[in-house]
């Protein structure tokens, strides 16, 4: 199996109680529960962080940085999510937001947003330029971008060949500061302040390039305090920072990028279940061949539903859309960076397929255990109860095929061995007697 993912979800032992919440929950079957406790299978994991989300005791945390990391660096950015904005109540003016980010300790700040907008230019030339490679699959979430590489080969090429927002921020972050301070590339720190722990994981093993050009990721949840405590000083001196219109800061919700891209054709699906939905019924061609665009966002209502977030999503999503009606529509495009070359918005590297889920070396090992998951599924009672510590019956077979379970970690196959056992005592009892 491929082991080059890194992952920001991780299982905090102490707290788990070995309920199957999360692997009924887990939407690529990456969790079981063996000896009371949750495993998370770091291979099929795509850090959407469902089992954060769902998990009752608060075992799944996910990795990320924090403000302490700025003590590394001699200048510091802020790169805010679009979604940050939201978590507020009553805000008007992202400037008191961006504004505050400087008071607790960022020396700049950029607009993942501003990043956004220039994608959003590029994008739609590049769909318009081909329509042989319709419909389109946006890149911007890394869940999903693993998902297919995992799950969905055959739609590799269909992938949108840009980077994210985030990583175009990084990149026109740290050359500005650069062109300010006068400091070399490696003493200036860039931090994305996300909604999700798939940018973590992004930072860390980036998709389409070989480094990213973030230095950290922090979480929304644990600066909203910080942040919050400086928002009425921050209200009384704002600073304009905003670089951002209505296209930009639309990525934050659902649907948003799609609307960016003002294209004739498109559809936007959010919430991972609905994602693995569309994915499913695009590789089935159910889908018109005029459509142009698939933006696909793993987070219900989009990123404004990441699991690092504060807000209700939908009461998230609801504040963006109000915030959006007091911007421009736009304040960002291509030639308003002469310097900064096109051919940097794109992957440098090829997206591959990653094999995680063969069953065996080669196509006729892997055809060869599958006859043994169809032999074993017919002894199982077909219930995907979970109490094996799989997610299904198909799932506890394939284990078994892998080496990773055994027949009578379901309870059923179980019962009934022991009931023969049971039978078979009493008939040597009954012919001893005689």
Known sequence: MSN?????????EELCRGCINCIKRCPTKAIRVQNGKAHIIKEFCIDCGECIRHCPHHAKLARRDHLDKLSGYEYTVALPAPSLYCQFNNLTDVNIVLTALLRIGFDDVFEVSAAAELVSEESRRYVNNHPERWPIISTACPTVERLIRVRFPNLIEHLLPLLPPVE??????????????GLPPEKIGIFFLSPCPSKVAFMKSPLGIDKSGLDGVMAIKDIYQILLSHMKEAEQDTQNLSIS????????????????????SYLAADGIENVIQVLEDLEDEKFTSNLQFIELNACHAGCVGGVLNVENPFL?????????RYMPVSLQHRSDYPAFDRNLLYFTEEITYEPVYNLGNNLAESMENLKTVEALMKKFPGLDCGSCGAPTCRALAEDIVRGFAKEDDCIYLLRDYYHRLQKSQLLKEEENET
């Open 168 to 181: 175009v921020a990084a990149r026109l972050a740290r050359q500005r500061a650069v062109e300010r301070t």
């Open 245 to 264: 219109g209505k296209i930009g800061v639309g990525w934050g919700m659902a649907g948003g990028e799609a609307a960016g891209m003002i294209l004739d």
């Open 316 to 324: 998230a999503k609801a504040k963006l859309k109000q915030l959006n």
């Open 4 to 12: 080059k993912f890194h992952h920001s979800v991780y299982l905090q």
